[in-house]
């Protein structure tokens, strides 16, 4: 997997995204591949398939990989970062979604 992450960050710096790229134009980008992901998972009327959806959530990790390196990070550390946060968060599913013990009186 890191591979794949090094692959992303050299055709990052060979496009120049990295070098000429802003943080907030990835953040933009990453709107318009979130939007198009959710084309993929919602919209029936198009037959969109697993693989139109792993492609676009492929997209997505491409983008954050990009905006990682944008702020002198990687995504590694930044998924670490944060299941170090969540690993021992307690909480319960509501209508297919974990809501963290915190949050469980703003649902009630």
């Known amino acids: 997997m890191i591979a794949m992450f090094d692959a992303v960050v050299e055709w990052g710096l060979e496009k120049g ?8 134009a990835q953040y933009r980008k990453l709107l318009e591949e979130i939007e198009e992901l959710g084309e993929a ?3 029936t009327e198009d ?3 697993t693989y139109d959806v792993e492609n676009e959530l492929g997209d997505c990790c491409v ?7 944008l702020y002198g990070t990687d995504l590694e550390k930044c998924l670490g ?3 170090e946060k969540i690993n021992k968060r307690n909480g319960k599913m509501i209508n297919g979604q974990f809501v963290k013990e ?3 009186e703003e649902v009630s």
Not at 63 to 69: D, H, K, Q, R
């Open 47 to 49: 037959n969109y398939t």
């Open 17 to 24: 995204i990295i070098t000429n790229g802003t943080c907030k």
């Open 41 to 43: 998972m919602f919209d």
């Open 63 to 69: 983008v954050l990989i990009l905006l990682a390196e």
């Open 81 to 83: 970062l944060a299941y």
């Open 102 to 104: 915190a949050d469980l």
